[in-house]
């Protein structure tokens, strides 16, 4: 799941600017001051979010809020931050905020459908992605089926799984995502040969995988008896990645 975090990170800089498709709380080109005052303090919170100053960014948000008490954006990013800081029951929160500000802010929808599969609410999580992909203004809606389908496959819904990854790759063909997303389905369901397939166009365009998707790389050559592309990952993973727990786990040779 931690990859789908860049994903998730992604699409929260871009739902500051509201391409979720949402209304409430944007300001318009005649909006008012404080709107915009609000809308450029939640981006600076998202900024200082991406690099981890959590302190400044929950700052940004304060300012944000004092400006425009009921800018839904606001609430979402908070609701990002506070989800790193473990403050859950305030983060969901902060989500449930934004979202009665702007129902059809497919952001915030994606966001917590992420917050909820981080803390093992998968069951209430899917929906909220599917929430987030209704909305036809919605620009990434690959991000949110892939997500929806990670979350799937972590309570064993594989068919359901699979059907996400698939409507994403039918929006965005190369998505990396949802390519790796269908690697590792596929190795789990057996089918290796497809699972190799699926790999192989996800690390066209993933040059530096992390080492959770290089002990897939491995794992599958295994199973396809292909002996030196398995010794070809399993060289970058020790290389690279010499304290993972995947590298313990080739060293054991598991």
């Given at each position: 799941m931690r990859s789908l975090g860049l994903a998730l990170l992604v699409l929260l800089l871009s739902g500051c600017a509201s391409d979720g498709g949402g209304s409430a709380g944007t300001p318009t080109e005649g909006g008012s001051r404080s709107q915009a005052i609000a809308k450029i303090h939640t981006e600076l919170a998202a900024a200082y979010f991406e690099r981890k100053q959590y302190g400044v960014a929950l700052q940004e948000i304060d300012i944000a809020l004092k400006a425009e008490s009921a800018y839904a954006p606001a609430f979402n990013v908070r609701g990002l931050i506070r989800t790193e800081l473990r403050e859950d029951e305030k983060a969901d929160e902060d989500f449930r905020r934004s979202l009665q500000l702007d129902k059809r802010d497919s952001s915030t929808h994606n966001n917590y459908g992420w917050f909820l599969c981080q803390r093992g609410r998968e069951k209430e999580a899917i929906p909220q992605f599917i929430e987030a992909v209704k909305n036809p203004l919605y620009t990434t809606p690959e991000t949110a089926y892939v997500n929806?389908?990670?979350?799937?496959?972590?309570?064993?819904?594989?068919?359901?799984?699979?059907?996400?990854?698939?409507?994403?790759l039918a929006r965005q063909?190369?998505?990396?995502?949802?390519?790796?997303?269908?690697?590792?389905?596929?190795?789990?369901?057996?089918?290796?040969?497809?699972?190799?397939?699926?790999?192989?166009?996800?690390?066209?365009?993933?040059?530096e995988p992390s080492a959770e998707r290089l002990w897939l790389a491995v794992r599958i050559e295994r199973k396809m008896g292909d002996r030196n592309s398995e010794q070809s990952y399993a060289l970058q993973l020790r290389k690279r990645f010499p304290d993972a727990r995947e590298t313990q786990l080739l060293l054991k040779g598991e």
């Open positions: 929806a389908g990670s979350c799937a496959k972590k309570i064993g819904r594989l068919k359901e799984a699979e059907d996400y990854f698939q409507r994403a063909p190369n998505y990396a995502e949802a390519l790796y997303g269908m690697a590792d389905l596929s190795f789990i369901q057996q089918d290796f040969a497809g699972a190799k397939s699926y790999f192989l166009r996800f690390i066209k365009d993933t040059p």
